[in-house]
């Protein structure tokens, strides 16, 4: 897809240069609303099942932005410039289509935030790598894709939901309730597809999440087909 091929009528907005104002413009717009950008900053993971989406960190906030097939491919770590258009699909997902792109260097990725389900803040650590632990209160199918179930994990007062793929739970489910767990994913506060959630979410995929299951005062490590986490 190029955006010279988009036949709906387009608002014309200023080229916006940084995460945070793709973010903001990305949670605003309207369907048919489309703005140029032009980012640079470092990539710090690449989606699961897509090679073509990334996130990007720059200096105010992190973004997920994809590129075109005859683009180069990138790898954590990678310092990118690039430029594209956004806007946001026919069921209000954002999409921000990279044109074109530029491997600049490398620089170190940001480390994985070990931190508390009450300490999370929708804004400055969304699209986050992160590590939390908690007791899995609840887990039921995903209605619209069986290859996904949810978890609803609590510590303390504070409760989140965590989105895994059906084969990242190497147990009976009956066995997870009341569980402890350990778990790495990506902190969101809305998917990137069609489907969105009224409150933040953990999604553990293939590529960034990895379980530690603590089972009667013994650890059980299972790692995701493809992840790459160091213990």
């Given at each position: 897809?190029?955006?010279?091929?988009?036949?709906?009528?387009?608002?014309?907005?200023?080229?916006?240069?940084?995460?945070?104002?793709?973010n903001?413009?990305?949670?605003?717009?309207?369907r048919?609303?489309?703005?140029?950008?032009?980012?640079?900053?470092?990539?710090?993971?690449?989606?699961?099942?897509?090679?073509?989406?990334?996130?990007?960190?720059?200096?105010?906030?992190?973004?997920?932005?994809s590129?075109?097939?005859?683009?180069?491919?990138?790898?954590p770590g990678?310092?990118?410039?690039?430029?594209?258009?956004?806007?946001?699909?026919?069921?209000?997902?954002?999409?921000?289509?990279?044109?074109?792109?530029?491997?600049?260097?490398?620089e170190?990725?940001?480390?994985?935030?070990?931190?508390?389900?009450?300490?999370?803040?929708?804004?400055?650590?969304?699209?986050?790598?992160i590590?939390?632990?908690?007791?899995?209160?609840?887990?039921?199918?995903?209605?619209v894709?069986?290859?996904?179930?949810?978890l609803?994990?609590?510590?303390?007062?504070?409760t989140i939901?965590?989105?895994?793929?059906?084969?990242?739970?190497?147990?009976?489910?009956?066995?997870?309730?009341?569980?402890?767990i350990?778990?790495?994913?990506?902190?969101t506060?809305?998917?990137?597809?069609i489907?969105?959630?009224?409150?933040?979410?953990?999604?553990?995929?293939?590529?960034?999440?990895?379980?530690?299951?603590?089972?009667?005062?013994?650890?059980?490590t299972?790692?995701?087909?493809?992840g790459?986490?160091?213990?």
């Amino acid at each position: 897809m190029a955006t010279a091929g988009l036949n709906a009528k387009q608002t014309e907005y200023p080229t916006i240069h940084t995460a945070v104002g793709l973010n903001e413009f990305l949670a605003d717009a309207r369907r048919d609303e489309y703005a140029p950008f032009s980012i640079t900053g470092v990539v710090q993971y690449i989606s699961t099942g897509n090679n073509n989406l990334f996130c990007v960190r720059d200096s105010t906030a992190r973004v997920m932005l994809s590129r075109a097939l005859n683009m180069p491919c990138v790898k954590p770590g990678d310092l990118v410039s690039v430029s594209g258009m956004a806007s946001t699909g026919q069921h209000g997902e954002p999409f921000s289509y990279g044109e074109k792109l530029s491997i600049l260097g490398h620089e170190p990725t940001e480390p994985i935030l070990k931190i508390r389900l009450g300490e999370l803040d929708e804004t400055v650590h969304n699209l986050a790598l992160i590590q939390v632990e908690g007791t899995v209160i609840d887990i039921f199918d995903d209605e619209v894709d069986g290859h996904n179930c949810f978890l609803l994990l609590k510590d303390g007062e504070n409760t989140i939901l965590l989105a895994v793929s059906t084969d990242q739970v190497p147990i009976k489910r009956t066995e997870l309730i009341d569980a402890t767990i350990r778990i790495r994913g990506v902190f969101t506060r809305s998917t990137h597809g069609i489907r969105k959630f009224s409150t933040p979410v953990i999604v553990v995929n293939r590529d960034s999440g990895k379980v530690l299951l603590h089972l009667h005062r013994k650890y059980a490590t299972y790692f995701p087909p493809g992840g790459h986490f160091e213990p």
